[in-house]
């Protein structure tokens, strides 16, 4: 059965800083692959989504997240963080046949933005 | 356009009791989910509907648990007797036919005391 681990669950970064979040999955055909972020009240909202083709996705509000077959990882990265990327981050992936079925997820990493 | 609507945002009752939590999918979205996220744990599937019909209920914990897609629109998914253990965040989700991309709600507080 596939697997999500993210091995961080809390990343402080100062405002402007840098930010990679690390996510590795455990899936024996190509996964399909997403990331969501969850603010506080809010809902969990799609940041980016891998399917296939260029490992390299771009998603929205600046991130993005580059998919390593080898090392079985899909990093979400941001070059320069807000005070509003204070949020729960999930990394999740779905089975890889095209089904709609259901999304495995990570216990998530919270990011706290430090002033 | 709308997007997946959950009612209560909140809800607290007693072990022992009933409670059902609602879930209004995005109009014309034939696939709706339903994940739990108890306390501390991952996000974790509970079942899917393709229109009325159950495509896949394997993540469902016990027949305590009830879920239903009355004329393919909105979900309910009732909880009874409820449990201390059922106390978590159940978010519902939906997605298109033939799209592997799920949109959220902003998930069901549920606390069983």
């Known amino acids: 059965a596939q697997s999500v681990t993210q091995p961080d669950i809390h990343i402080t970064v100062s405002e402007g800083a840098s930010l990679e979040l690390r996510c590795n999955y455990s899936y024996g055909a190509t996964p399909y692959l997403f990331w969501y972020v969850q603010s506080p009240g809010q809902g969990l909202q799609l940041l980016l989504k891998?399917?296939?083709?260029?490992?390299l996705v771009q998603g929205i509000k600046g991130f993005e997240a580059e998919f390593k077959r080898s090392q079985s990882s899909f990093n979400l990265r941001k070059p320069s963080v807000h005070w509003s990327d204070a949020a729960e981050y999930f990394c999740?992936?779905?089975?890889?046949?095209?089904?709609?079925?259901?999304?495995?997820f990570g216990k998530g990493t919270h990011l706290i933005i430090q002033p | 356009e709308a997007g997946v609507t959950q009612f209560p945002s909140h809800s607290v009752i007693e072990k022992g009791q009933t409670v059902t939590l609602r879930c209004d999918p995005i109009s014309g979205h034939d696939n709706l989910y339903w994940y739990r996220r108890v306390m501390g744990k991952e996000i974790k599937f509970l079942l899917h509907?393709?229109?009325?019909?159950?495509?896949?209920e394997s993540g469902m914990p016990n027949n305590r648990f009830l879920a239903e897609r009355t004329g393919g629109t909105y979900s309910t998914l009732k909880v009874q007797p409820a449990e201390l253990e059922d106390s978590g965040v159940y978010f519902c989700?939906?997605?298109?036919?033939?799209?592997?991309?799920?949109?959220f709600g902003p998930g069901t507080r549920l606390t069983v005391l």
């Open positions: 509907f393709v229109k009325e019909s159950k495509q896949d």
């Open positions: 891998y399917f296939s083709g260029d490992t």
């Open positions: 989700a939906s997605s298109v036919t033939g799209s592997d991309t799920q949109y």
């Open positions: 999740a992936v779905i089975g890889g046949g095209g089904g709609a079925d259901g999304l495995t």
